[in-house]
């Protein structure tokens, strides 16, 4: 069964400071991997997509890094804001059939 | 510049009763999503398609009925409401293999 897991399940950092969200996945074969951004009350939107070829990505303050080979994938906050408190969610697409998501991390940045 | 709406936001009903949740896309996707999201939980798909006049199951399709008559619109049905559908739908729309567009949800309880 595909699985996509993420760590921390919880986050609290100090406005200003970086951090690291993981993400590990057993979906193969693979097409592509997307992290998204929920805010409180709202629906995911997308900050990155990569493909199995790709090995970082950056959106911003945000940046995607991809291991295929031990199936990882981290997104890297910088200098975080209040408004980086959302939680952050990794979803895996297989080459065929449908996607499947992690539970997501919840990042609490405080002031 | 609407993307994916959801109607309506938010509804109370009595266990037994039956409702349609309502998604329209204005960006000529061809493949739309239902998920639902429980508190601590990721999304889980309940039903999807692929074009008009084609639906899928998903991960959790029981209780619920979709149809797409028209491209630009998706429909979830519960045709007969348990306390256990009580949940925030969030309905999503996309090009193939493309990162999904999703709606703010709609937050449904069930007495």
């Known amino acids: 069964k595909n699985q996509v897991e993420q760590s921390p399940q919880s986050l609290i950092i100090l406005e200003g400071k970086n951090c690291t969200l993981q993400?590990?996945?057993?979906?193969?074969?693979?097409?592509?991997l997307r992290w998204y951004k929920q805010d409180t009350g709202r629906g995911p939107v997308s900050l990155t997509i990569?493909?199995?070829?790709?090995n970082t990505k950056s959106n911003g303050r945000y940046t995607a890094t991809l291991d295929a080979d031990t199936k990882q994938s981290s997104l890297h906050i910088t200098a975080s804001q209040l408004s980086d408190s959302a939680s952050y969610i990794c979803v895996v697409s297989p080459n065929a059939g449908k996607s499947t998501f992690g539970d997501g991390t919840t990042l609490t940045v405080k002031p | 510049n609407a993307g994916v709406t959801q109607t309506p936001k938010f509804r109370v009903l009595k266990t037994g009763q039956s409702m349609t949740l309502l998604c329209a896309q204005d960006m000529n996707h061809e493949y739309m999503y239902w998920y639902r999201q429980d508190p601590g939980m990721g999304l889980r798909l309940i039903h999807y398609s692929v074009g008009e006049g084609t639906t899928a199951k998903g991960e959790v399709p029981d209780g619920y009925n979709v149809s797409r008559l028209k491209k630009q619109n998706f429909l979830l049905g519960l045709e007969s409401a348990a306390p256990s559908q009580t949940s925030v739908y969030f309905c999503a729309s996309s090009y193939r293999n493309q990162p999904q567009h999703f709606g703010d949800g709609t937050r449904l309880s069930i007495l």
């Open positions: 993400c590990n996945y057993t979906v193969s074969p693979f097409s592509n």
């Open positions: 990569m493909t199995f070829s790709e």
